[in-house]
């Protein structure tokens, strides 16, 4: 069973563009929850633009599902993950004032500082995802960094889909079948969405877990946080 987290900083977006607690970003978390999703991700950026690091703490303790803390892995959000201690942290190469993820890692030029990184982590009891791009030579240098898993970066699959799909998730395939070979959990997720999550899912069904936020958030406008978060759930089937 493949579980949908939904990331919830797109809530947080709305937030606090206008200050105050409206939405409520820890009743929203508790919400997908209640309407099905199995997990609740999160990216706090240094900048705080969004998911703040005081929500990281006030959500942990109230979450019942899966907890995924996704960031690079600067000191301060370290030493955040290392407190709150979620389910799985998954390390992405963000720049600090990037506006959001666009590329995986390079697991074999940077496989000293990940597997320290990493090993930070598992000591602590936390499981671990790399973001990669769907190329299956960074998938296996993943597995020498001592990982759980692999989460693939989906949004070339998303804008290549409505083009020819069938060519669009081939490397992903690819990417996952290396995944598997090397015994690594397999996670996805950047721009998937209800137009093509349900194909994703279909040529690559072993996924462990997907991440959705500005997609699925944007979908909640028009049809509701539970009929949405059930479409989602649906895709998976």
Not at 33 to 61: C, L, M, S, W
Not at 196 to 214: A, C, K, M, R
Request: with cysteine.
């Amino acid at each position: 069973m493949t579980k949908l987290s939904v990331n919830i900083n797109k809530v947080a977006t709305i937030r606090n563009a206008r200050g105050g607690n409206n939405p409520d970003v820890t009743q929203a978390a508790l919400d997908c929850e209640k309407f099905g999703a199995q997990g609740i991700t999160v990216h706090p950026r240094p900048d705080e633009r969004h998911i703040r690091y005081t929500d990281v703490r006030e959500i942990r303790p109230l979450i019942t599902t899966e907890f995924n803390i996704e960031g690079n892995p600067v000191d301060k959000f370290t030493d955040l993950v290392l407190e709150v201690k979620p389910t799985q942290v998954t390390l992405v190469p963000d720049a600090v004032d990037q506006l959001t993820s666009n590329h995986g890692w390079d697991t074999k030029a940077n496989r000293a500082f990940l597997t320290d990184v990493i090993g930070r982590f598992k000591e602590a009891g936390i499981r671990t995802s790399i973001f990669v791009d769907a190329v299956p030579e960074m998938v296996a240098a993943a597995k020498d960094c001592g990982t759980d898993r692999v989460e693939l970066y989906t949004e070339p699959y998303a804008s290549g889909y409505p083009l020819d799909r069938e060519e669009t998730i081939k490397p992903f395939i690819e990417a996952a079948e290396a995944a598997r070979e090397a015994g690594l959990g397999l996670n996805a997720g950047h721009d998937l969405s209800l137009a093509n999550l349900h194909y994703f899912h279909q040529n690559i069904p072993w996924t462990d877990e997907v991440s959705i936020g500005h997609a699925l958030i944007c979908d909640a406008l028009y049809m509701g946080l539970h009929a949405t978060i059930q479409a989602y759930l649906k895709c998976l089937e």
